[in-house]
């Protein structure tokens, strides 16, 4: 029993995987509230293990709330909020923080168990390592996305944001294919079929629109432009060209999210492109097919829930909702790309 899970497959380290994956999402969807509270300026330093504490005292509550009256998001934004409501946004972010510390403690810890015990595959330990290195990436990235607003900007710049995120759906859609891999032991055979392209090109369109969609996130571009499928009355928004090319892409109200929806169409026919052609050919096991096909009605659904959370003026409940189901939709990617490599 011991040789085999050493040599081939381990369930305990799937599992140990996909509530890491779990993990990663639940940090992904704070993150979001975090930034649609306009929370993650309100700790002004970065102190991984210090800051794992928050303050205990009514002093060292006084200390934090001064050092974010310094910042221009407090001076040009939020001058005049009490210490109750600065409390409010500090708990947002502190928890998207500990969040982090926490995901870094169930990788960690288990992580050297499974592997004194020798029990993660062998050609699965060398990802593991990488993907813990990615994961201690993701926090350094962080505190660069967080200290773009603590002297010039009154948030974080969104092309940092867009990193960021981005980064943390990697690092979830990698863990799902790792923990699939030592579920299910190394493939005895791969399937030749162009359907591993296409299935990996479904990812990267995927992933593309997340980058848009924080793009959108980080300008609060869904807060302009709330109807559909005009954006106020045109097709075109009238204010797209910011300050030359990186201006419009990255801070243009206007053009990102213009991006993001014309990216939203694209993807849509994608998949349902695929989950009609997937269901006529043989190429596709019927365990992927149903894969590609809950793909495709995560992926309506998202499309609606993103109408809806614009037209709403992007309430907190909903953009989290909207994030979250983002993540769904690459998880599903992720299996069904995994799945159609293998006969």
């Known amino acids: 029993m011991t040789s085999f899970l050493r040599s081939d497959r381990s369930t305990p380290v799937a599992i140990w995987l996909s509530i890491v994956a779990a993990l990663v999402l639940l940090m992904v969807v704070v993150g979001g509230a975090t930034r649609l509270t306009d929370s993650g300026l309100s700790i002004t330093e970065w102190r991984p293990v210090t800051g794992a504490l928050p303050p205990m005292s009514d002093g060292h509550w006084e200390s934090e709330f001064a050092k974010y009256r310094e910042i221009p998001q407090y001076q040009l934004v939020n001058r005049g909020m009490s210490l109750d409501e600065f409390k409010v946004i500090y708990w947002w972010e502190w928890a998207h923080r500990f969040l982090g510390r926490l995901v870094g403690l169930v990788y960690a810890l288990p992580f050297v168990y499974f592997l004194v015990r020798k029990e993660i595959p062998r050609r699965l330990i060398l990802r593991c390592v990488g993907l813990f290195a990615l994961g201690g990436l993701q926090g350094a990235i962080g ?22 995120l981005g980064l943390a759906f990697i690092l979830f859609s990698a863990l799902i294919w790792t923990a699939l891999d030592a579920w299910r032991g190394e493939a005895r055979q791969s399937l030749p079929s162009p359907w591993s392209g296409l299935a990996l090109g479904l990812m990267g369109l995927i992933f593309l629109q997340i980058l848009l969609g924080a793009l959108v996130a980080g300008n609060d571009a869904g807060r302009v432009y709330n109807d559909w499928p005009l954006m106020n009355g045109t097709l075109f928004p009238r204010d797209y060209a910011g300050d030359g090319l990186w201006g419009t892409i990255a801070h243009s109200q206007g053009a990102v999210q213009l991006h993001h929806r014309l990216m939203g169409y694209v993807l849509t026919a994608a998949v349902i492109w695929m989950a009609i052609s997937a269901r006529r050919t043989n190429y596709v096991p019927s365990s992927a097919k149903r894969l590609m096909m809950a793909t495709t009605h995560a992926t309506l659904l998202q499309v609606v829930l993103g109408i809806a959370t614009l037209m709403l003026v992007a309430p907190l409940w909903l953009s989290m909702i909207h994030q979250f189901l983002a993540a769904v939709v690459l998880g599903l990617a992720t299996a069904f790309a995994w799945r159609i490599r293998r006969v």
């Open 143 to 164: 505190w660069w996305m967080v200290s773009s607003g603590l002297s010039e900007r009154v948030s974080v710049a969104p092309e940092r944001l867009m990193v960021h």
